[in-house]
């Protein structure tokens, strides 16, 4: 049997319109062999919660550049938890301050990436921290 | 050796002799860097341009003299030596009082017009007290629910004498009626007020994706700006048809060209089908331009694009007036290009990037703060980049003639290369059926997010070099500068003076204002009107918009 492919949803909360990250990102992890489900524009993290849990993902990577990170992140994080999800991942992209990154840490954000960071970090990131689940 | 051989022109024939006695023992001996060089656009460059190249380039023709038809080298006789292009900086963060600080700290600096940056919530059409404006309000750029708001931000800065830039697109009409009531309670005559809205919602759809309503009717909104300002505000231009965002998201700098100058056509379309007159609201068109990395690229691109469009305009609308055959560009260095690494780096970026717009002949540049990779711009990093345009002004010597490089083998063969490579693209987009069309079919959508991807894989291979990023990377760097934060309590404030304004309003004023907007709508009147009643009687941004969403809907991005 086949090792079940990694699953990855790809969301983007707030207003923000600025898609381009998010894009690369999905069409990078669909070319390194996951299984990528993009959200599309303006969800709010009740909706990505809910789509992580009926597409069953592994991680969910939050796509935000307008500085709203503080209010959505834990948000996000907190209703996959609600929802039992506890092992999904949630990491993060975007432009976000470093002195905000240990707080976003602590409120249970596996990862947060930064620009210039290489689609193949991301991958690496993935692979080697998805898979402890059954 | 191939048969044409004997048809090389005598210009090609010494190419190749060249080649043959004096490239080829050094390519033997020495052989170059890598076997490609390409632009940032992945656009091959080669190693030598000679007057082979520019056979296909008529001086008189193609080049010509600034200030003269196709006005490759620009549209005044006198370039910069006459007038120095406007130095426009964006600004705009949390409430309106501190946006009004920071706009009078930069004409105090030698700014000499003004451009506001709106936080999300403003540019989707949301109030502050939206629950979908959570985390958002002042986060982007200055919040501004109701005119109580837009009377802060422009107080004490007189509407008839500076002239104002807003990006604002998909609430763009209602902005403007914003602005004008301010003007109004001023006393400034609308016939002398000047600035331009960016209002190019078609580049929304394409690229930037901050939209409200369905494409239709969102086009028909910006058709009213154009006849309400033809009318009644003669100098603003009502619209920025806008590649900087286009170019952001991803796009090649042809695609950039192509694309925006398509948006243009397109907005001169269905201002024509609208039953305006091209000679009487063209000239108001403006358009916007990116200045990124590729420093000769750049050039090219704005040299084309007055090309492309004079012709165009003449070609396919019989323009007669000169001020509709002329393209005129503000352009904005690229934000995409700044790295959060050694963000110090960034201010020389700015530089190189800027110079490419003056040598293209911008008429107005924002030239980017160098911790906008970082956060919104401080007080110290926007300075830093209007001292860099005042620099490139008054010391360079480059303002001093008129398209220096002109006549150079490389730039007439780019230029050329630009507008062939543009007109393709319009060849493609009017068999899709016009841009409304292609845009629907997710054409360039498409276009663009394979070259982001092509970018960002050159970028991983090492083919395309970013310093302090994928070469000279320093470990354990610390990148602190000092960033602006704005401040939770924005919200709280901004809800605050929305609930004032309510409660002093008439609200019977208001209802009926909507309701005439409303049906304005549903008649396909101009909203203008009705939008500009509403928003005098303290209607909020979000209820005109809401208003609008009733009649029109929502805009649904299919899946591409």
Redesign the interface.
């Known amino acids: 049997m086949s090792e079940r492919k990694i699953r990855v949803l790809v969301a983007k909360p707030g207003l923000d319109g600025h898609d381009r990250g998010a894009k690369v990102i999905a069409r990078a992890l669909r070319d390194a062999g996951m299984e990528v489900i993009y959200t599309g524009l303006r969800q709010t993290p009740e909706m990505i919660a809910a789509a992580a849990l009926q597409e069953d993902v592994d991680a969910v990577g939050v796509s935000i550049l307008s500085g709203a990170h503080n209010t959505l992140c834990p948000r996000i994080v907190e209703l996959l938890h609600e929802r039992g999800m506890d092992d999904c991942l949630v990491i993060v992209g975007g432009i976000i301050p470093q002195e905000d990154i240990p707080r976003l840490k602590e409120q249970g954000v596996s990862a947060v990436f930064l620009p210039g960071t290489s689609t193949e970090e991301i991958v690496k990131f993935l692979r080697e921290n998805v898979g402890q689940r059954a | 050796m191939p048969e044409t051989k004997e048809l090389n022109s005598p210009a090609e024939a010494s190419v190749e002799r060249w080649e043959r006695e004096t490239l080829e023992p050094v390519l033997k001996k020495r052989p170059e860097r890598k076997k490609h060089f390409e632009t940032v656009s992945l656009d091959e460059v080669e190693r030598l341009y000679t007057p082979a190249d520019v056979e296909g380039v008529d001086f008189e023709r193609d080049t010509s003299f600034p200030g003269e038809f196709p006005y490759t080298r620009g549209i005044h006789p006198t370039g910069y030596r006459g007038k120095l292009w406007t130095m426009r900086q964006f600004a705009g963060f949390g409430t309106p009082e501190e946006t009004n600080a920071r706009f009078k700290y930069l004409l105090e600096h030698g700014q000499t017009g003004l451009s506001v940056a709106y936080d999300?919530?403003t540019?989707?059409g949301?109030d502050a007290d939206s629950t979908?404006?959570?985390?958002?309000v002042g986060?982007?750029g200055v919040a501004v629910s109701s005119l109580a708001d837009m009377e802060v931000l422009f107080d004490g800065i007189p509407l008839e004498e500076v002239t104002v830039s807003q990006t604002i697109n998909a609430p763009a009409s209602v902005l403007l009626a914003m602005y004008l009531v301010v003007a109004e309670k001023q006393g400034a005559d609308f016939k002398k007020i000047s600035g331009t809205l960016q209002n190019d919602i078609l580049k929304?759809y394409i690229a930037?994706?901050?939209?409200i309503y369905p494409i239709r009717p969102a086009m028909k909104l910006v058709v009213d700006t154009f006849e309400f300002c033809t009318r009644h505000v003669p100098k603003y231009n009502p619209i920025s048809v806008s590649g900087y965002h286009i170019r952001?998201?991803?796009a090649t700098a042809l695609q950039e060209l192509a694309f925006t100058l398509r948006d243009g056509v397109e907005y001169v379309q269905w201002g024509v089908e609208a039953g305006l007159d091209v000679d009487e609201f063209v000239p108001r068109i403006s358009f916007f331009f990116n200045a990124h990395n590729d420093f000769f690229e750049e050039i090219a691109k704005y040299r084309a694009a007055r090309r492309i469009w004079s012709r165009v305009m003449r070609e396919r609308f019989g323009a007669k007036s000169e001020r509709t055959l002329q393209l005129r560009f503000h352009t904005q260095t690229a934000g995409?290009s700044l790295?959060?690494?050694q963000p110090l780096n960034n201010i020389v970026r700015v530089a190189i990037q800027a110079l490419a717009g003056v040598l293209g002949g911008t008429q107005s540049l924002h030239t980017d703060a160098y911790d906008e990779?970082?956060?919104l711009p401080t007080d110290r990093a926007a300075l830093i980049a209007l001292r860099t345009q005042q620099i490139i002004a008054e010391e360079t010597g480059v303002a001093n003639t008129v398209d220096p490089l002109g006549g150079s083998y490389f730039i007439e063969s780019l230029t050329k290369k630009m507008e062939d490579g543009a007109l393709d693209y319009f060849e493609k987009i009017d068999s899709l059926g016009g841009m409304v069309e292609a845009i629907e079919k997710g054409f360039p959508q498409r276009e663009i997010?394979e070259s982001?991807?092509q970018y960002?894989k050159a970028?991983?291979r090492g083919d395309q070099t970013?310093v302090g990023?994928?070469k000279y990377s320093m470990e354990g760097e610390q990148?602190?500068v000092p960033?602006l934060?704005?401040n939770e309590g924005v919200r709280d404030r901004q809800v605050e003076r929305l609930q004032r304004a309510k409660s002093q309003r008439d609200s019977g004023a208001v209802a009926g204002a909507l309701e005439k907007l409303k049906k304005a709508a549903v008649a396909g009147d101009n909203t203008m009107p009705a939008t500009i009643e509403a928003v005098r009687a303290y209607a909020t941004l979000g209820e005109i918009c809401d208003a609008l969403r009733d009649v029109y809907g929502l805009y649904e991005?299919p899946?591409f």
């Open positions: 999300l919530p540019l989707m949301y979908l404006s959570e985390g958002e986060k982007c929304e930037q994706k901050e939209w952001e998201a991803g995409v790295t959060v690494q990779a970082l956060a997010q982001a991807y960002q970028v991983e970013i990023v994928n990148t602190e960033i934060v704005i991005e899946a």
